[in-house]
Structure formats: structure tokens, C-alpha cells
């Protein structure tokens, strides 16, 4: 059943394909061997590689209409229970990086399903645009494709709009078009994962104002296609000491890159929204897209804390401080927020409904779980460094410390734990610190705050999503009752 499965080595070949990737001044060359980039791919490669095992094959992956089999973030539930099946695919595949990559694959599948669910959106606006996107969707389905997105303008000027940007070319938009297609220049940001990604999802989330109709369009396009460049950040992997000083940032840095279009051509049957600012906006919102890309990211996030909450009772294990009720009463702190989390996301299953005959989580539970996230996040990293104190700073500086003879007695000394010898102790805090406080901890703290936009954004969707007429209905209520008669009207009325 599994031999047709994506796996690893696929997805590495597909990567050497010519693409422009930029860091520290230079092209990057083939990225699977950058020493940037490599053990991030390879954790990607090691997803592709587990469900193609032919003993996970049947909870990771599912049979598409055309025969392939692919993994089941495409998967269009239509009942409650296949939705939950799809989730714990998901929460497999998110278990093996610990949540820390957040646009593995299925981010960008679930959201492109989530489009199709609603395709009339594309229908109003176009039936050819429509037709090119249910195509595309099937072409990436059936290849299990690893997408990225970029769905957000450059920061750039905040006081002005993106029409009134003072830089030339500066946002992604149409400059020209012929019987072939569209051309498109300028940036859009951050498209995280895309190093590591076959194709690159263009969008425009963000509301967009008449006049603005050239920024109004979505697109798809193969990491190399011609004339698209990818500024990577600093990379964690390069600068990561080793596996053992870094253990997270050394395999899971799945990198941002701002993404130049520079006179790119967009083929009309991969261009889905064409110069309407109001489909742009309906592609996400009247479409179940956004609710599916989120709910994914929520159950990545639920992994993640789970992985911190394990963390956060290692420390106090390590140091020897589990047994101080306030130590323990920190930890249940911590454990009821993760159970929150939990929570919110069986919550938003369980409340979900049919759109179109597709089972899909309630929305406002959704972006609900994502204000209170994106606050949740930064405080249990606090509260976990809390717990450790010192711990996490006094460490040798790196590896090669414990091959010195001079060094090592001393490391012995003073490393001390109830629970497990020196060198283990090392290894786990040098663990904890890459989760909490280096500076691929620090990237990961921004990405929670903010990748689902900033938070006067998801709290608008969460106002925007709210059942009002259900809370004003009770108040009123309230209000309108008629007073209770006082205890002596009532005698005297007898
Ligand atoms: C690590 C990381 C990875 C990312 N990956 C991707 C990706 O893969 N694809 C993609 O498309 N995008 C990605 N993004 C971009 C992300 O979606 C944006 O950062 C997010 O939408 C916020 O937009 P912004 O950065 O322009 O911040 P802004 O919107 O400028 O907000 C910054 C701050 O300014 C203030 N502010 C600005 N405007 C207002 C306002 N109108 N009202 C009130 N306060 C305001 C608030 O304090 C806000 O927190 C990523 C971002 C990060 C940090």
C-alpha cells in the first residue's frame, strides 16, 4: 500500500531545482547541502520519510479520487470523526519536530483546503480563476507537495497604506499582462519554510482599499521560477555549536525569508485571484481556508506546550525542586494552561458544522484559542525560566568541554543532579535553553506572537466571529425581567 508514499528522498531531489536563496551576501547554492539549510530539509525529509513507513502509512496518509496516496492534512473531513482522524495525523507529524516547525507541510495544504471548500467564492469572482485553482489543488494534492505561503505585505511605513508606500516596487503587485499570464514585482514577507518548500502560495490577507486592485491578486509558483528571490534571515542551524549544544536550533530551524518578485510570470491556469481586493479578503474569510490554516497551527501549538510542559517538569526535576509545594503548585499552573490549549482544540472540533457538506471547526473557537495563545505563549517561556533559575546558564560552554580532562572532573562536580549523571544533566538543560531563551528560542517566541498577524488582528476576528446576539440576548433578558416582588409586598398582596 505505501511503496507510492512521498518520502524523504523525493522531497530531497525536488529541492535541487535551481532556486535563488540568498544568505550572508552570497547565493546559496543547492540548499539541501548549505550548511545553513541542511538538517532543517532533513527533518522535513524524516516527516515524508514516516509516513511513507508502511506501518504509519495508514494513519498519516489517505487515497486521493485519482488514486495517489497522500498525507491527510488534504483530506476534506466530512464528518466530525474524520476530522478528528486528520487531526491526529497531524498531531503525529507535529510530535516529531515538538511543534517547533510551524509551516511544516500540512500548514499550507490545510489552508488551500480550506479554499476549495468554499470554491463558489472563486466562482463569483471568475469561473476560469476557479477552474485553475480546483486544478492546482489537485496537482499539489497528488504530488503531496510541501507549499509555503506568503500572505502578508512587508511591514515597510505603518502610518501609510500599501498603495501609498513611498519605495518603488515595494509590495508584490501586478505590473503587467499578456495571453500568457501575469507579471508581478516587488516583496511580500516572510516566507517561513520556503527554503525547504517545492512551491510558494501568493496571497493578500491583509484588507486592501479601492485603487489598490494591482496588489489583488493570488498566484502559486515553483520555488524556481525564474526571476524569484529568497532572502534568507541568519540562519540558527549555521551558528548552532553542535547537535548537543543545539539541539533544537541544529535540526528544526525551518528559517523566514522575505520573498523579491522581480518581474516574475504567473501563467493565467496558476493565477486564482486576478485584480479584485474583495477576493482577496473572501478567499480566507467566506471560504473555511483561514479556519484550517489556523486550526492546524493550533494543534502544532498544542504539541508544542505539551513539549514545554514536559520541559518545564524535567527542570524542577533536575534541580531537585519538585517536591516544594510551590514548585508543584507552578506546575499545575502550567499544566492547566496546556489543558486550556487542549481544550480549546477538542472545544472548536466539537462545536464544528458542515459548510458545503465538509466538517470544519467552529471559527470563533478557533480564533479564540489563538488571542489567548499568542498571550499564553511568552508567560509559560516565562514561567518555565522561572522555575530553572541559574540552571540553564551555568553550562559548559560547549561539547568539547567534557572531552577535556582538565575540565571534565570539574563538570562532574558541579553538575549535579538527583536524577541523572553530570553529562546528562548538561544535555537536557542545554535542551531546555534552546527551547527558552537562545536566540532560535527568542525567533520562536515572535513566530507565536505574531504568525497568525498581531494581536489587535486576531482579536478583530474573534469580535468579527462572535455569536453577539446570543450574550446581548441574555443581558437583555436580564434587563426586562419583571422585579422580584420585596418579601412584605408579597405578604401584603396575600
Ligand atoms: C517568525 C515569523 C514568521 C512569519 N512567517 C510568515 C509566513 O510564512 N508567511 C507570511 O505571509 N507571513 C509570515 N509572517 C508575517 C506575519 O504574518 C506578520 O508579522 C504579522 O501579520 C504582523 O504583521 P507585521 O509584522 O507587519 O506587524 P504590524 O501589523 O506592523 O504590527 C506590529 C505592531 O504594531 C502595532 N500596530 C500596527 N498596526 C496597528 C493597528 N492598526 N492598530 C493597533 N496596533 C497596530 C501593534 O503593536 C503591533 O503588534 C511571519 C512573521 C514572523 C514574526
Known amino acids: 500500500m505505501a511503496q507510492d508514499i512521498k518520502n524523504g528522498s523525493t522531497h530531497l531531489a525536488s529541492l535541487r531545482d535551481g532556486r535563488s536563496v540568498y544568505i550572508n551576501g552570497k547565493h546559496a547554492g543547492d540548499v539541501t547541502e548549505h550548511a545553513a539549510f541542511r538538517n532543517a530539509i532533513a527533518s522535513t525529509c524524516d516527516l515524508y520519510d514516516f509516513q511513507a513507513d508502511p506501518d504509519r502509512a495508514e494513519l498519516m496518509t489517505f487515497e486521493t479520487e485519482s488514486g495517489a496516496r497522500v498525507n491527510r492534512a488534504w483530506q476534506a473531513p466530512g464528518s466530525y470523526e474524520e476530522l478528528v482522524r486528520r487531526r491526529e495525523a497531524l498531531t503525529t507529524w507535529a510530535e516529531l519536530h515538538g511543534g517547533f516547525m510551524g509551516r511544516s ?80 514585482r516587488g516583496a511580500k514577507m516572510l516566507g517561513t519554510s520556503s527554503i525547504m518548500a517545492n512551491e510558494v502560495f501568493v496571497a493578500n490577507l491583509q484588507p486592501l482599499r479601492p485603487g489598490e486592485e494591482n496588489l489583488a491578486f493570488a498566484c502559486a509558483l515553483p520555488m524556481n521560477a525564474k526571476g524569484l528571490k529568497v532572502l534568507s534571515r541568519k540562519s540558527f542551524e549555521e551558528h548552532a555549536v553542535s547537535h548537543f549544544d543545539n539541539p533544537l536550533a541544529s535540526r528544526f530551524d525551518e528559517n523566514d525569508a522575505l520573498m523579491y518578485f522581480d518581474d516574475v510570470k504567473v501563467p493565467w491556469d496558476r493565477v486564482f485571484v486576478y485584480k479584485d481586493t474583495d477576493t482577496c479578503r473572501a478567499q480566507f474569510h467566506d471560504t473555511p481556508g483561514h479556519t484550517m490554516q489556523n486550526y492546524q497551527a493550533q494543534i502544532r501549538l498544542m504539541v508544542k506546550t505539551r513539549f514545554l510542559l514536559g520541559v518545564a517538569r524535567k527542570i524542577t526535576e533536575t534541580i531537585g525542586t519538585i517536591a516544594l509545594p510551590p514548585v508543584r503548585e507552578k506546575l499545575g499552573w502550567l499544566s492547566a494552561k496546556v489543558a486550556m490549549v487542549e481544550g480549546m482544540v477538542y472545544g472548536m472540533e466539537a462545536a464544528g458544522h458542515l459548510h458545503n457538506g465538509f466538517y470544519v471547526p467552529n471559527r470563533n473557537l478557533m480564533y479564540s484559542a489563538q488571542v489567548v495563545t499568542q498571550e499564553l505563549y511568552p508567560q509559560l517561556v516565562n514561567a518555565i525560566r522561572e522555575l530553572a533559575g541559574g540552571a540553564l546558564i551555568m553550562l559548559p560552554s560547549s561539547e568539547d568541554d567534557l572531552r577535556n580532562p582538565e575540565l571534565l572532573p570539574i563538570i562532574r562536580k558541579t553538575q549535579v543532579s538527583g536524577h541523572m549523571s553530570p553529562e546528562e544533566r548538561v544535555k537536557f538543560l542545554k535542551l531546555a535553553w534552546d527551547a527558552l531563551g537562545s536566540e532560535f528560542a527568542s525567533r520562536h517566541l515572535q513566530y507565536e506572537m505574531f504568525y497568525a498577524g498581531a494581536q489587535f488582528v486576531t482579536c478583530g476576528h474573534s469580535f468579527r466571529t462572535r455569536n453577539w446576539a446570543e450574550s446581548t440576548g441574555l443581558a437583555e433578558r436580564v434587563l426586562s425581567a419583571r422585579a422580584a416582588p420585596s418579601p412584605a409586598a408579597a405578604r401584603n398582596a396575600a
Open 105 to 184: 507541510p500540512d500548514h499550507v495544504s490545510s489552508a488551500l483546503l480550506g479554499q476549495l471548500m468554499g470554491i463558489e467564492v472563486f466562482e463569483r469572482h471568475d469561473i476560469k480563476r476557479a477552474n485553475a485553482f480546483r486544478e492546482y489543488f489537485r496537482y499539489a494534492r497528488d504530488k503531496d507537495l510541501f507549499l509555503t505561503y506568503v500572505i502578508i505585505n512587508p511591514q515597510a511605513d505603518r502610518s501609510k497604506d500599501w498603495g501609498d508606500q513611498p519605495a518603488e516596487d515595494l509590495v508584490a503587485s501586478i505590473v503587467d499582462e499578456d495571453n500568457e499570464g501575469i507579471t508581478i
